[in-house]
């Protein structure tokens, strides 16, 4: 009679009847590899991700971000002292609008620039605009006047030159030259500008969207008049203030 294999009835049916010892069948090896691809594949993923965001840093806050709009108007990035003045005397610049606050932490860049911009035939004005929200009316008041009374050419610049330059730059195109919103709102694009249409900047395209809503039934209105007629977002608390023209304009109804 031979001996059973499984005396004490530890096998179940269905069970292997023998066990294959060597490492390998255990899933050890492969096991370890996995882990190890995992970690390499994971460690890539990471260096070309910061080297995603490194270039996009790069390309939206290096350089000087200068183009032109049109002929008789340009964009860029805040400049130093020195770089502002050889754009004035290179370009002829008549007009300087600074979208960028003058008081807290942009003071001793309003100082320099102020300086810069004295020292040649040049004319600054201030003309702040937001770049996380949607603009106030009584700030909009303010570029317009800018815009209408700016000797031309013009030069326009926020801080890096991408989002509130670009508003400004495509108010310029429709309103003052007669371009199509089409064409107009190709200055806040991320190549070659470095716009960026979602986060808190996205407020500025949804200022533009309002106007198109609202041109769509209203056909040749400016941007401007539909500011001073149907746009009244304004500082909460703030009581609705006279457009440049001295009239104070208010919702209907």
Request: hydrophobic fraction near 40%.
């Amino acid at each position: 009679m031979v001996a059973s294999n499984d005396p004490h009835g530890i096998n179940k049916a269905g069970s292997p009847g023998s066990i294959e010892r060597s490492i390998d069948s255990w899933g050890y090896i492969h096991g370890r590899q996995d882990r190890t691809r995992l970690i390499i594949g994971g460690a890539v993923f990471l260096v070309g991700a910061l080297t995603i965001i490194l270039a996009f840093l790069l390309y939206r806050f290096g350089g000087s971000n200068v183009h032109k709009a049109s002929a008789d108007f340009s964009r860029s990035r805040e400049l130093s002292g020195p770089e502002l003045k050889r754009l004035i005397h290179e370009n002829g610049i008549k007009t300087v609008i600074r979208l960028v606050g003058g008081d807290d932490g942009n003071q001793a860049a309003y100082e320099e620039e102020v300086a810069a911009v004295a020292e040649t035939d040049a004319k600054l004005v201030m003309a702040p605009l937001p770049t996380s929200r949607l603009p106030w009316r009584s700030e909009l008041s303010r570029l317009f006047q800018a815009l209408d009374k700016a000797e031309r050419p013009i030069h326009v610049h926020c801080e890096a030159g991408s989002d509130r330059s670009g508003l400004v730059s495509a108010i310029w195109l429709h309103d003052y030259l007669g371009e199509p919103m089409e064409t107009a709102r190709k200055q806040m694009a991320f190549f070659p500008y470095g716009h960026v249409s979602f986060g808190d900047a996205s407020e500025l395209g949804r200022f533009l969207d309002m106007y198109e809503e609202f041109a769509s039934t209203h056909p040749g209105v400016s941007i401007k008049h539909w500011v001073r007629d149907h746009y009244f977002e304004e500082k909460p608390g703030r009581e609705i203030a006279a457009w440049y023209d001295g009239v104070v304009y208010r919702p209907a109804g």
